[in-house]
């Protein structure tokens, strides 16, 4: 998670100073720290999203916004493991297949 947040403060700058993407990633790590934050990414599944899903709905986060922080989480994954900081495919969609 560390990795993942020194590459968006890296990259989400305007004119010098943070995006707001900056603390929206903040925000959705936040969730998934507090409850998986000890897990090593190769255990971390679809349903421990789920978990992390939930824990985001019993804050009171709005249908829309969990929805953007689930993909942010998603999308720390896909980049940690197109770095190879972790083995990746943990959370492909069900279904979904790999193209060659």
Known sequence: MLAC???VEG???RDGRPTSEQ???RQALRFLRRSFGAT???EFGPLA???VRR???EAGRSRRLINKDVHRVRAMFKWTAGEELHPGA???RPGRR???
């Open 98 to 100: 790999r193209r060659p």
């Open 5 to 7: 947040l020194r590459h």
């Open 90 to 92: 943990s959370l492909r």
């Open 49 to 51: 999203l789920k978990a």
């Open 11 to 13: 990259n989400h700058v």
């Open 23 to 25: 603390d929206d990633n």
């Open 40 to 42: 090593p990414a190769r």
């Open 55 to 57: 824990a985001m709905i």
